[in-house]
Nanobody, 126 residues
Framework: EVQLVESGGGTVQAGGSLRLSCAGSWEYNTFCFGWFRQAPGKEREGVAS???????TYSDSVKGRFTVSQDKAASTLYLQMNNLSPEDTAKYYC?????????????????????WGQGTQVTVSS
């Protein structure tokens, strides 16, 4: 059983930063983690991914501003978000699946991930 719990969301002004965390419990040696987000009325989109070899991918919309990382000892995934804009306002979800990441996160393949957290809200005010 894999459990994922996100935290760190909140409200921040444009240009500000937030760091999201995703605490997990998993027993796989090889895995793929992803961060997704979903704004009201929009489809869920991929933001960043990282696998057990620390290979990362980012969507074009966040590249250069967001950084995904992990603390394997603490079983925690992070998403550092800098220079936030109102367009980043969404509910952010972490997701996981055994094995290496199959597709770049830009493709937004939610079906690549079998386990999801409940999400954490990020609101960026202008």
């Amino acid at each position: 059983e894999v459990q994922l719990v996100e935290s760190g969301g909140g409200t921040v002004q444009a240009g500000g930063s937030l760091r999201l965390s995703c605490a997990g419990s998993w027993e796989y040696n090889t895995f793929c983690f992803g961060w997704f987000r979903q704004a009201p009325g929009k489809e869920r989109e991929g933001v960043a991914s990282i696998d057990s070899d620390d290979q990362t991918t980012y969507s074009d919309s966040v590249k250069g501003r967001f950084t995904v990382s992990q603390d394997k000892a603490a079983s925690t995934l992070y998403l550092q978000m800098n220079n936030l804009s109102p367009e980043d306002t969404a509910k952010y979800y972490c997701a996981a699946d055994p094995g290496h990441c199959v597709d770049p996160i830009q493709e937004g393949r939610t079906d690549d991930y079998g386990y999801w957290g409940q999400g954490t809200q990020v609101t960026v005010s202008s």
